[in-house]
């Protein structure tokens, strides 16, 4: 098992930023990719940002690319997300999660909220 324990959300102004954090606590020697998803009320959870193990590999939604940054420090087993140029349509809860090399996103954090007024 994988524990996730999100925080840094809160409410920010439109081009605002916030750092997101998430840590893993557990079975962290499995842990291969870890990613950030988000959830606006009404909407389905979707896809924001992913890193590798090593951290060399990025993947981003086209909705965040030039605005966010994913980041992790495994010797914390943290990672982070770091979001510049806020826009209100960027207000959701925010998820992290984690996933193993021969597995899909499986274990998840609680979510934290971020509000982004206009």
């Known amino acids: 098992q994988v524990q996730l324990v999100e925080s840094g959300g809160g409410l920010v102004q439109a081009g605002g930023s916030l750092r997101l954090s998430c840590a893993a606590s557990?079975?962290?020697?499995?842990?291969?990719?870890m990613g950030w998803f988000r959830q606006a009320p009404g909407k389905e959870r979707e896809f924001v940002a992913a890193?590798?193990?090593?951290?060399?590999?990025?993947y981003y939604a086209d909705s965040v690319k030039g605005r966010f940054t994913i980041s992790r420090d495994n010797a914390k087993n943290t990672v982070y997300l770091h979001m510049n140029s806020l826009k209100p349509e960027d207000t959701a809860v925010y998820y992290c999660?984690?996933?193993?090399?021969?597995?899909?996103?499986?274990?998840w954090g609680q979510g934290t909220q971020v509000t982004v007024s206009s």
């Open positions: 999660a984690t996933a193993g090399t021969l597995t899909r996103y499986d274990y």
């Open positions: 557990g079975r962290t020697f499995s842990i291969d990719r």
């Open positions: 890193i590798s193990r090593t951290g060399g590999n990025t």
